[in-house]
């Protein structure tokens, strides 16, 4: 069982700067790769981003290339979403996943429901 537990939203202003973390229980943590989804106001949840077991490959959604940055640190179970040149679009409750297949793009888009465990989520609110 891995219990996620996310962190460190908050409310920003457009071109700010925010890092969210997942804390996950569990030894096996480093066993997982590690995902972040985000679902805005009335629309479906989606992925952001994917990090490997090893966190030698990582993976974005082409809307958040360039400004978000997945890492992880086995070490402290912890995952991390650096989020950088925030915009109002980027306005959603952010969730962390975990899955012991790697969560690539096609994997967070097709196959969320297959997600072995998640978060409750952290909001993250851009204002323009």
């Known amino acids: 069982q891995v219990q996620l537990v996310e962190s460190g939203g908050g409310l920003v202003q457009a071109g700010d700067s925010l890092r969210l973390s997942c804390a996950a229980s569990?030894?096996?943590?480093?066993?997982?790769?590690m995902g972040w989804f985000r679902q805005a106001p009335g629309k479906e949840r989606e992925f952001v981003a994917g990090i490997s077991w090893s966190a030698k490959s990582t993976y974005y959604a082409d809307s958040v290339k360039g400004r978000f940055t997945i890492s992880r640190d086995n070490a402290k179970n912890t995952v991390y979403l650096q989020m950088n040149s925030l915009k109002p679009e980027d306005t959603a409750v952010y969730y962390c996943?975990?899955?012991?297949?790697?969560?690539?793009?096609?994997?967070?888009?097709?196959?969320?429901?297959?997600?072995?465990?998640w978060g409750k989520g952290t909001l993250v609110t851009v204002s323009s």
């Open positions: 569990g030894r096996t943590f480093s066993s997982y790769s």
């Open positions: 996943a975990a899955d012991r297949n790697l969560i690539t793009v096609q994997a967070g888009t097709k196959n969320q429901k297959a997600m072995d465990y």
